[in-house]
């Protein structure tokens, strides 16, 4: 028995052998409703389910955020270990596993107050988390800038 696999083609092929005008299944009705249209339909559902919600003036500052990008360098620098990149990229990532995040929503200018403290009473916490990162890193080869 001839074993024949069936294609997505096949009928494509059929109608080109046949002389019949081949035919976009983007353009096809059919193919919008059955196919193009639910995928339309989850995008929105899943796009309104995720979106944050602002009210007002409202931002939220990521404050651990803040202080790894403010001494990351430092601590690399103090360590000696490479800053390329790559190895950039991997000790922020490593600094943003090992730290947890502190978010703070500021709705005027009397929060940054808040945030300015926050920001104080979590440097030396940071500090440290990132020093332990560099120390991590220290005997990995340097490379190239």
Same mark, same amino acid.
């Given at each position: 028995?001839? +074993?024949?696999?069936?294609? +997505? ?33 989850? &995008? &929105? ?61 500021? &709705? ?29 890193? &220290?005997?990995?080869?340097?490379? +190239?800038?």
């Amino acid at each position: 028995m001839l +074993n024949i696999k069936k294609t +997505n083609k096949t009928a494509s092929v059929l109608r080109m052998l046949t002389g019949e005008k081949p035919e976009n299944p983007m353009l096809n009705e059919e193919f919008r409703e059955d196919v193009l249209k639910p995928i339309e339909d989850l &995008k &929105k559902r899943s796009g309104d389910d995720t979106k944050p919600e602002r009210t007002g003036r409202e931002t939220e500052i990521n404050i651990t955020s803040e202080l790894i990008s403010e001494w990351l360098p430092s601590a690399l620098d103090r360590f000696k270990c490479c800053k390329c990149s790559r190895c950039y990229a991997e000790a922020s990532v490593a600094a943003f596993e090992k730290i947890e995040p502190i978010k703070v929503k500021v &709705k005027g200018p009397e929060d940054l107050e808040k945030v300015e403290q926050i920001k104080e009473d979590n440097r030396r916490r940071v500090m440290m988390s990132l020093v332990s990162v560099a120390m991590a890193r &220290k005997n990995l080869p340097v490379h +190239n800038k």
